[in-house]
């Protein structure tokens, strides 16, 4: 059984590439968390192991992941495998993620990083329809040899863990998150048309419209699903964001 977490694509990609080639479920945590107000006290059952897929925040995976697997009950299989995807680092995400398995009494089967398009514009660049392009047909090779790995009950390799990789997973990401994490900054500009596509695509239900405008609450988990689907690239992040491609994956794979 397959979950995914995803803000622009990537990481629902990457579930719904193993599914296909797993033939397993794929449920996605952004509409379980949608439509029941976070999804606690649920019991999941599979035969084969639980696969999450995610973004990487902040080189750990996101809050909403951890909480989702926190708060729910996973029987049958013991095995749980972990893929993220990052614009190019996991920090030590995996030791969080052994502790986060020994919690729930699963067995830990490792984390494999899949490299996809950047999408964190409220702080980076994204990359163009082009380059993203390439930059997703080169993930291919590797989540398709991680889906090998699952079938055939292996473990992902393990991967060196430095000291940076310790501070970034986790003196900044607690940093990150107490200090970055914020819907503060959004805003809708004169392009908008008040189509409701952001308030739809927000997992936290975190947006609403106000006189036909988006207006931000404080639930935010900076996914950036609010930011970079909406088809009028009518919102802006501060500064950050102004003049920079808006990333989807469903932009480039539709191409
Ligand atoms: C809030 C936030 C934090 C991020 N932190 C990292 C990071 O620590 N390391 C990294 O390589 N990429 C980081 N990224 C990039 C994303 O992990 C990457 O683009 C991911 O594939 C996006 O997945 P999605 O399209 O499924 O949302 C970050 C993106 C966001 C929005
Ligand atoms: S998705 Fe864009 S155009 Fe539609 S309401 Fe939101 S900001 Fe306006
Ligand atoms: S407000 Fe935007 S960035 Fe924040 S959680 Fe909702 S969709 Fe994601």
Same mark, same amino acid.
């Given at each position: 059984?397959?979950?995914?977490?995803?803000?622009?694509?990537?990481?629902?990609?990457?579930?719904?590439? =193993? /599914?296909?080639?797993?033939?397993?479920?794929? =449920?996605?945590?952004?509409? $379980?968390? @949608?439509? +029941?107000?976070?999804?606690?006290?649920? !019991?999941?059952?599979?035969?084969?192991?639980?696969?999450?897929?995610?973004?990487?925040?902040?080189?750990?995976?996101?809050?909403?992941? !951890?909480?989702?697997? @926190?708060?729910?009950?996973?029987?049958?299989?013991?095995?749980?495998?972990?893929?993220?995807?990052?614009?190019?680092?996991?920090?030590?995400?995996?030791?969080?993620?052994?502790? $986060?398995?020994? !919690?729930?009494?699963?067995?830990?089967? /490792?984390?494999?990083? &899949?490299?996809?398009?950047?999408?964190?514009?409220?702080?980076?660049?994204?990359?163009?329809?082009?380059?993203?392009?390439?930059? &997703?047909?080169?993930?291919?090779?590797?989540?398709?040899?991680?889906?090998? +790995?699952?079938?055939?009950?292996?473990?992902?390799?393990?991967?060196?863990? /430095?000291? =940076?990789?310790? =501070?970034?997973?986790?003196?900044?990401? +607690?940093?990150?998150?107490?200090?970055?994490?914020?819907?503060?900054?959004?805003?809708? *500009?004169?392009?908008?048309?008040?189509?409701?596509?952001?308030?739809?695509?927000?997992?936290?239900?975190? &947006?609403?419209?106000?006189?036909?405008?988006?207006?931000?609450?404080?639930?935010? *988990?900076?996914?950036?699903?609010?930011?970079?689907?909406?088809?009028? %690239?009518?919102? %802006?992040?501060?500064?950050?964001?102004?003049?920079?491609?808006?990333?989807?994956? !469903?932009?480039?794979?539709?191409?």
């Amino acid at each position: 059984m397959i979950f995914y977490f995803s803000g622009t694509g990537n990481s629902r990609f990457v579930a719904e590439t =193993l /599914g296909k080639t797993l033939s397993e479920t794929v =449920l996605s945590v952004n509409d $379980l968390i @949608r439509d +029941t107000a976070r999804a606690a006290g649920g !019991e999941y059952v599979s035969e084969t192991p639980f696969v999450f897929v995610s973004p990487t925040y902040a080189w750990r995976i996101p809050h909403v992941m !951890e909480t989702f697997i @926190r708060e729910n009950a996973f029987s049958g299989c013991r095995d749980a495998y972990f893929l993220m995807t990052c614009g190019d680092s996991i920090g030590a995400a995996a030791r969080y993620l052994q502790t $986060l398995c020994k !919690e729930k009494g699963l067995h830990f089967r /490792g984390v494999q990083k &899949i490299v996809m398009p950047e999408n964190y514009i409220a702080m980076f660049s994204a990359p163009e329809m082009n380059e993203a392009e390439k930059i &997703i047909a080169n993930a291919v090779p590797g989540l398709l040899t991680a889906a090998e +790995t699952v079938r055939a009950g292996k473990d992902f390799p393990s991967q060196k863990i /430095g000291a =940076l990789d310790r =501070l970034y997973s986790g003196a900044v990401n +607690t940093v990150f998150y107490k200090w970055f994490v914020s819907a503060k900054g959004f805003y809708a *500009t004169d392009a908008c048309i008040g189509c409701g596509l952001c308030v739809k695509n927000c997992p936290f239900h975190n &947006i609403k419209l106000q006189n036909g405008k988006p207006v931000w609450g404080a639930d935010c *988990t900076h996914c950036m699903a609010c930011i970079c689907h909406c088809p009028k %690239e009518a919102i %802006e992040y501060k500064k950050k964001s102004q003049g920079q491609p808006r990333y989807t994956a !469903e932009k480039v794979l539709k191409k």
